[in-house]
Nanobody, 127 residues
């Protein structure tokens, strides 16, 4: 069993930066890649980024690459999502989730391959 708890969301101005955290707990923590996904109001949930079990490899959505940076601190059992140059269209609930063990990071775009989810953290960007 793996538990994930997101934090770091809030109300921010356009152009600013934000770092979201995902605290991961569980004995099998290091076997799972962790993905970040988001869901904007009235839209489907979409993949943002993923980081592998040791933090040495990352994978990003083609449409969002360049402003989003995923990282992992295995000593702190925490995964991060740095978001730069925030835009109002980045307003969404951001979720972290644990990918099915053994899958390549390219599978992180498939939401059905995640086995554990956090509750999400709201990010609201004002113009």
């Amino acid at each position: 069993q793996v538990q994930l708890v997101e934090s770091g969301g809030g109300l921010v101005q356009a152009g600013s930066s934000l770092r979201l955290s995902c605290a991961v707990h569980g004995r099998t923590y290091t076997t799972h890649a962790i993905g970040w996904l988001r869901q904007a109001p009235g839209k489907e949930r979409e993949f943002v980024a993923a980081v592998n079990w040791n933090g040495f490899d990352t994978f990003y959505s083609d449409s969002l690459a360049g402003r989003f940076f995923a990282s992992r601190d295995t000593a702190k059992n925490t995964v991060y999502l740095q978001i730069d140059s925030l835009k109002p269209e980045d307003t969404a609930v951001y979720f972290c989730a644990a990918l099915n063990p053994g899958l390549p990071l390219s599978m992180a775009t498939n939401q059905h391959e995640y086995v554990y989810w956090g509750q999400g953290t709201q990010v609201t960007v004002s113009s």
